[in-house]
């Protein structure tokens, strides 16, 4: 009788995925739930008849997530309860982009360590002198 282990090939451990891709995919789920916009707090009076406050003058406290939909600027109001949480989407966004923008000369740089043949022409590479033709 066939064990599993005589069936399935021995899986290795990939050694590139304990590199610079899987460094970043674990930094980028950690900064989860992530959003792109802005939060603004905005001041107006409401619809009520004779609402007290806005007789005083004194409009109520709004918040708008501004974003962008198709090259679009569009805003929605935000539900007070949900504005930490907001918050913290949008500064993940903002370290999400970080991250994003560090990736590129990151994986550039793994390569080149892992092919110092293929380091492009950015790299300069010393040659000896050519001996003398005899
Ligand atoms: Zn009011």
């Known amino acids: 009788m066939h064990t599993i282990y005589g069936i399935l090939p021995v899986v290795k451990p990939n050694l590139n995925d304990v590199s610079v891709q899987k460094c970043y995919r674990d930094k980028l789920l950690s900064l989860w739930p992530a ?6 707090e905005v001041r107006k009076p409401c619809i009520r ?12 406290p709004n918040y708008l997530l501004a974003y962008t939909d198709k090259g679009q600027r569009r805003c929605l109001y935000v539900p007070k309860a949900m504005v930490p949480a907001l918050e913290r989407a949008l500064e993940n966004g903002r370290q999400i982009e970080q991250l994003l923008y560090q990736m590129g000369p990151a994986l550039l740089k793994e390569f080149r360590a892992q092919n110092p043949a293929q380091t492009g022409p950015a790299v ?11």
């Open 35 to 40: 959003i792109k916009g802005s939060l603004a």
């Open 49 to 60: 008849p004779h609402c007290a406050v806005c007789a005083r003058g004194d409009k109520h």
């Open 124 to 134: 300069r590479v010393r040659r000896a002198k050519s001996r003398p033709k005899s």
